[in-house]
């Protein structure tokens, strides 16, 4: 069974880096047929999608983001990793990790999300 | 960008009833639409992917129908388990992939 699981600080300062991985097991993502990508839900709004990463590093990013974000995978450790620069308060939100399918923009696994707070 | 819209914002249903779920596009998205279920702590999970495609282990009474603009998800039989909150995703239009707001689906 696919795993996925977010790890990182639960806190960060107004106008430095969000920084978060994501640690996938029960499947291998180096040379996987699937992208993988994050998500975010702030507090009483709908879920954003910020970018996905394929396992050879081919990324795409939501336009709205794109000049804060950079995604990145590790196969050695099977983990891929979100950053998120100039963070303010609208960043504020639960993150989700999750698998893409590889010709369609689903996303059939999901981890169960790390809320991060952006304090001033 | 394509913005979802999904409506009621929250449905309140008795255990065994049926729920449905709407979902609007704000362009045409043709069959690109999936849903999700998220619980309270938990992993969202794909429930119907193509608009109509039930993801590996749906229970069959969980049902999506629609094209271009307009969807529904249908939940036949309510069980306890089902109480949750459902969001529509397009995929058919990107950068960005966009998601509903969610629609909460209550005991009554």
């Known amino acids: 069974q696919l795993q996925l699981l977010e790890s990182g600080p639960r806190l960060v300062k107004t106008s430095e880096t969000l920084s978060l991985t994501c640690t996938v097991s029960?499947?291998?993502?180096?040379?996987?047929?699937?992208?993988w990508g994050w998500i975010r839900q702030p507090p009483g709004k709908g879920l954003e999608w910020i970018g996905s990463?394929?396992?050879?590093?081919?990324?795409r990013y939501n336009p709205s983001l794109t000049s804060r974000v950079t995604t990145s995978v590790d196969t050695s450790k099977n983990q891929f990793s979100l950053s998120l620069t100039s963070v303010t308060a609208a960043d504020t939100a639960i993150y989700y990790c999750?698998?893409?399918?590889?010709?369609?923009?689903?996303?059939?696994?999901w981890g169960q999300g790390t809320r991060v707070t952006v304090y001033s | 960008e394509i913005v979802m819209t999904q409506s009621p914002a929250i449905l309140s249903v008795s255990p065994g009833e049926r729920a449905t779920l709407s979902c609007r596009a704000s362009?045409?998205?043709?069959?690109?639409l999936a849903w999700y279920q998220r619980k309270p702590g938990q992993a969202p999970r794909l429930l119907i992917y193509?608009?109509?495609t039930r993801a590996t282990g749906i229970p069959a009474r969980f049902s999506g129908s629609g094209s271009g603009t307009e969807f529904t998800l249908t939940i036949n039989s309510l069980q306890s388990e089902d109480f949750a909150v459902y969001y529509c995703?397009?995929?058919?239009?990107?950068?960005?992939?966009?998601f509903g707001q969610g629609t909460k689906v209550e005991i009554k």
């Open positions: 999750a698998r893409r399918m590889w010709t369609l923009g689903v996303f059939d696994y």
């Open positions: 029960g499947d291998s993502i180096s040379g996987s047929s699937y992208y």
């Open positions: 990463i394929s396992s050879s590093g081919t990324a």
């Open positions: 362009r045409d998205v043709s069959g690109n």
């Open positions: 193509g608009a109509s």
């Open positions: 995703q397009q995929y058919n239009n990107w950068p960005p992939w966009t």
